[in-house]
C-alpha cells in the first residue's frame, strides 16, 4: 500500500516503521518541522515537507498522527484528494474526519512510544474503525500486517479506552515518579525499585489486579499507613494521594 | 548455613526456596496453620510445626517472615536459643529485634510476592541490615548466595523504601483495577492493555519516570482532561482521583 504520514513525532516514527517493514511504500512525510520531517522520512525512505498543500494525492491513504485539535483543519485540506484518511487519536471521534470525507477510518495503536525505544510493534494492539464496513475491513488486513493485535473499537469505547490507558499508563508513571523523587531525597537509588516495577507489571498480564493486590491498604494496617503519612508529613500535597488511593484499594477490596 | 523460616507465606515461600536452590538446608518451617506449614515444608524438605514452643536450636539463622505486629513476640520465644535472628519487613525497625537479641538482622527483598508466580530471585533486591557490622557482612554473604542485588540499607532508610514501594507498586495495580474496571464496563478486553501496562514499567527500567511522562496532564490538553472528567460523571471518587493525579503531573514538569 502507498501511504502518506502527516506528522513526525512517536507515534508517526514507530508506525511508519513498521509499515515500512511490512512492505507498505511512505510516500511523503510532513512535519511543520521540516528537520522532524526529513529526519523521520530518511528513515522510511520517503519524501519530506512542511509544506501541508505539497502533500499529493499519490497515494492510497493519508495516516494523519498530529495533535488532536489540528486533526480536522488538516483532513479538511487532503480531502480533495479523494483517498483514504485514518487518524491515529484515542480521543477523536471518527465523525471529525466524516465531516469532511466519506473514506474516513481510525488506526489507534494502544501503547506509549518514545522515539528512542524500540518496541515489537507485532504486540502493539491497533484499534480500528471505519466510516463503513467495507473501510473497516480494509483498514482491519492494513493493520494485520503489522500486528497481532487487531480490535474493532468504535468510538465511543475508544473514548473509555483512552481514558483508562490514562489510568493505566500516564497515572502509574506519574507514582514511579513520587517513588523515585522519595528515594533521592533519602540518597537512595531507583533501582532498588526497578525490579518491583517490572513485577508489579508483569504479574496482571495473566491476572486481574484485584487478584494480586499487595499492601498496607488491602490488608486494611492502619499502623503502617499512619507511619506512612507520618512520613509525608512535610508534604500536604502527596498525604492527600496517598489516602486518596488507599481509599480505593480498600473500596476495591469491598467491591 | 542452617536456616529455619518462621512463616510460609508469600516472602518465606519464595526466600526459603532460594536458600534451598543456593544450597542452604532448611531445618523447621513453621506456621500456625499447620497446613501451610506441611506444604512449605515439603517443598524445602524441613520440618513442618505449628507449635513455637518446638522450634529448636538446631539452625543458624531463624527468618522471621510473619506480619509485622507479631515479630517482636515472636523473635522473644527465639531469643533464648542464642542464633542469628532477621526479620524480612520492610515497615519494621531493626530496634524491635534489638530488644530480644544482640544477634539481630534484617533481610527485607524489595519485591512483591506471589506464591504461584515464579520469579527469579537473583534480580530482587535484598535490603540488609545487622546490628554489628559483623553481622551485617554475615548476612550480606549469605545475600549474595541467592540474589545479585544486595544494598545495605538502614532502618530509617527502609521505611522509605518501604513507602516508596507502596508508591511505585500497590497504588500502580490499584490503577490498572480502575483502568480495567472501565474497560469492562464498557465490554472490552483488558487484553487491550496489557502491552501498554507492560512497556510503561519497561520505559522506566532505564530511564527516570519524568523523563518518559505522557499523556493529557503533562501536555496541558484542558480539552481532553474535560472530556476525560465528563466521562467519570457517574463516579465522583474516581473523578477526584482523575484531578488529584493529574495536578500531580502537572507538578511533575514545573519541577
Known sequence: MRITMIGSGNVSTHLSAA??????????????????????????SAEPTDDISTINAETDLYIIAVKDDAIEGIARQ????????????????????????????VFYPLQTFSKDKELDFRSVPLCIEGATEVITSQLVELGQTISNNIYRVDSEQRKILHLSA??????????????????????????????????????????????????????????????????????????????????GVTKMVKN
Open 78 to 105: 487532503l480531502a480533495v484528494h479523494g483517498k483514504f484518511i485514518v487518524h491515529t487519536s484515542g480521543a477523536t471521534s471518527l465523525d471529525v474526519l466524516k465531516s469532511v470525507t466519506p473514506l474516513a477510518g
Open 166 to 247: 490514562v489510568f493505566a499508563c500516564n497515572f502509574p508513571n506519574y507514582l514511579y515518579h513520587v517513588a523515585q523523587n522519595l528515594l533521592a531525597e533519602h540518597q537512595l537509588d531507583f533501582n532498588l525499585l526497578r525490579p518491583l516495577i517490572m513485577e508489579t507489571a508483569e504479574k496482571v498480564q495473566h491476572r486481574f489486579p484485584a487478584s494480586v493486590q499487595t499492601g498496607p491498604a488491602v490488608r486494611n494496617d492502619q499502623q503502617t499507613m499512619a507511619a506512612h503519612l507520618q512520613l509525608l508529613d512535610n508534604d500536604v500535597f502527596l498525604q492527600k494521594l496517598y489516602q486518596l488511593l488507599s481509599e
Open 19 to 44: 509499515l515500512k517493514n511490512a512492505g507498505h511504500r511512505i510516500m511523503q512525510v510532513y512535519s511543520p518541522n521540516i528537520g522532524h520531517a526529513s529526519l523521520l522520512a530518511y528513515h522510511v
